[in-house]
């Protein structure tokens, strides 16, 4: 179906003789339906139907390695200190801060474009570090190696990233689907 | 060198208009080749363009050539089920790419698959193909409503709204998990009881491959993509139930579309 997605982008506003939906259903049927003859048929138009492999990208995670080592990392009675407060408190400041920002950035009515192509990128391996960061701190908190001091801690990091990176976002003016790359033949990044 | 290439295969009726369209060659009539009551509906076309190694080439490098001939194939099968003064043929449209050496191949190929085409033409005969296609378009309402039937949901939310920040976040990734579990079985439900539905009108259905974002245009997921052949005497009763359908899928989030009447291309197999 990737074939027919190159087609249809490819047309030109004076190639639409008919809406994007009856094209689309144009195409699909023609080159994907309709009878099959076998016979003195000189041609049969290859399978036009390219498949391209996803490749997702592998990383081995810390907790499997800690898993095959045995090692169990953290203290589970570690209660709150005075420094972990002052952390959890200037985090939570901060999604308070991103939180505020973000609608007078849309009333001041002002996402700016340039160098939007660049934060783009840069937000895009952020958000994918951010994903892997998260995945990893879950597979961790199931497992029960982190206090309650801990989880707390990881949480309202992650949430802070998380918003940070939305605030961003909306300086910039860019949606949640934009923060992608197409690998070409590996496919989309995330 | 010519061959000739095949748009379809219908009824033949005595005066049945010409087809006007110009064929594959954007330079050659389109013209039919009779055999008993059916007859072909073909075009001249080099042979050196419409070549094995030629196609297999463009499929790979020139996609503009095969979308343009690919739309020039419709074209004409659109206008070959025109009966003249209203009224469709019973017709089978191919699939893109049928070329023949000769006329000879053609005879040949009508009268050894004479009785298999004249039995899905009395299948197609008097139904008109409809797509029907459904979006979840507010996954959000959707997820609103499973919510207010799940307990088990519920419970875990009032949990969460007592819970620390830091905790509570990994709480709601996992709660996220869940509603799009629960969310998951549900949709399943609701497109297979969809599904069901249309078919009482119908006189056969096939469900079709969902169609990515990229080819519908559309920020709404696809959640079901079906083909049906109604019987023109019940095509009111069939948009009615559509009507109906709508409005009932309407609170769940889900949006349907029909599109038609189309040639047969999912229901003329032999």
């Known amino acids: 179906m990737r074939v027919l997605?190159?087609?249809?982008?490819?047309?030109?506003?004076?190639?639409?003789?008919?809406?994007?939906?009856?094209?689309?259903?144009?195409?699909?049927?023609?080159?994907?339906?309709?009878?099959?003859?076998?016979?003195?048929?000189?041609?049969?138009?290859?399978d036009v139907d390219l498949v391209f492999l996803g490749l997702r990208l592998f990383l081995s995670s810390v907790s499997k390695a800690e898993e095959v080592s045995g090692k169990c990392l953290g203290n589970s009675h570690k209660e709150l200190t005075s420094e972990d407060r002052a952390y959890?408190?200037?985090?939570?400041?901060?999604?308070?801060?991103?939180?505020?920002?973000?609608?007078?950035?849309?009333?001041?009515?002002?996402?700016?474009?340039?160098?939007?192509?660049?934060?783009?990128?840069?937000?895009?391996?952020?958000?994918?570090?951010?994903?892997?960061?998260?995945?990893?701190a879950f597979r961790r908190v199931k497992q029960g190696t982190l206090s309650p001091a801990e989880i707390q801690k990881l949480g309202l990091s992650l949430k802070a990233?998380?918003?940070?990176?939305?605030?961003?976002?909306?300086?910039?003016?860019?949606?949640?689907?934009?923060?992608?790359?197409?690998?070409?033949?590996?496919?989309?990044?995330? | 060198?010519?061959?000739?290439?095949?748009?379809?295969?219908?009824?033949?009726?005595?005066?049945?208009?010409?087809?006007?369209?110009?064929?594959?060659?954007?330079?050659?009539?389109?013209?039919?080749?009779?055999?008993?009551?059916?007859?072909?509906?073909?075009?001249?076309?080099?042979?050196?363009?419409?070549?094995?190694?030629?196609?297999?080439?463009?499929?790979?490098?020139?996609?503009?050539?095969?979308?343009?001939?690919?739309?020039?194939?419709?074209?004409?099968?659109?206008?070959?089920?025109?009966?003249?003064?209203?009224?469709?043929?019973?017709?089978?449209?191919?699939?893109?790419?049928?070329?023949?050496?000769?006329?000879?191949?053609?005879?040949?190929?009508?009268?050894?698959?004479?009785?298999?085409?004249?039995?899905v033409l009395d299948k197609i005969r008097g139904n008109q193909e409809w797509n029907v296609k459904v979006y979840l378009s507010d996954k959000a309402l959707l997820e609103r409503m499973i919510k207010t039937q799940n307990t088990a949901i519920q419970?875990?939310?009032?949990?969460?709204?007592?819970?620390?920040?830091?905790?509570?976040?990994?709480?709601e990734e996992e709660l996220k998990a869940v509603v799009a579990g629960e969310s998951a079985k549900v949709m399943t439900q609701l497109v297979e009881t969809i599904f069901d539905r249309i078919n009482s009108n119908a006189v056969a259905l096939v469900k079709n491959r969902i169609l990515e974002k990229e080819l519908t245009g559309r920020r709404d997921p696809m959640v079901l993509n079906t083909a049906c052949l109604i019987p023109a005497t019940r095509i009111e009763a069939f948009k009615k139930g559509i009507e109906s359908i709508r409005r009932d899928i309407q609170p769940q989030g889900l949006v349907i579309e029909i599109g038609g009447p189309w040639p047969s291309y999912n229901f003329c197999g032999y």
């Not at chain 1, 994007?20 to 994907?32: I, P």
Request: hydrophobic share 45%.
């Open chain 2, 1 to 119: 060198m010519n061959g000739l290439y095949l748009y379809c295969i219908r009824e033949r009726m005595e005066g049945a208009p010409a087809i006007s369209s110009q064929g594959m060659d954007g330079k050659g009539e389109v013209f039919t080749l009779a055999y008993r009551d059916i007859e072909a509906v073909i075009s001249p076309v080099s042979l050196a363009e419409f070549a094995s190694e030629e196609i297999q080439h463009k499929a790979q490098n020139d996609l503009p050539w095969i979308k343009d001939k690919a739309l020039i194939h419709e074209g004409v099968v659109e206008e070959a089920i025109q009966k003249r003064g209203g009224g469709l043929f019973s017709l089978i449209p191919m699939r893109f790419g049928a070329v023949f050496n000769a006329r000879a191949g053609i005879e040949a190929m009508l009268a050894k698959d004479y009785l298999k085409i004249v039995q």
């Open chain 2, 155 to 171: 419970e875990k939310e009032k949990e969460l709204a007592a819970m620390p920040e830091g905790m509570a976040f990994f709480m």
């Open chain 1, 88 to 136: 959890i408190e200037r985090l939570q400041r901060e999604i308070k801060k991103a939180e505020e920002n973000i609608p007078k950035i849309i009333n001041a009515n002002s996402p700016q474009e340039t160098e939007q192509g660049l934060a783009k990128l840069v937000l895009t391996l952020v958000e994918l570090i951010r994903k892997l960061m998260e995945k990893e």
């Open chain 1, 161 to 190: 990233v998380k918003k940070k990176i939305k605030e961003i976002q909306t300086v910039f003016g860019i949606e949640d689907e934009e923060l992608n790359l197409d690998l070409g033949p590996l496919g989309n990044l995330m």
């Open chain 1, 5 to 46: 997605a190159i087609m249809v982008n490819a047309l030109t506003s004076s190639e639409l003789k008919h809406d994007r939906v009856t094209l689309v259903d144009a195409l699909d049927k023609v080159l994907e339906k309709g009878a099959v003859i076998n016979g003195d048929i000189v041609i049969r138009v290859a």
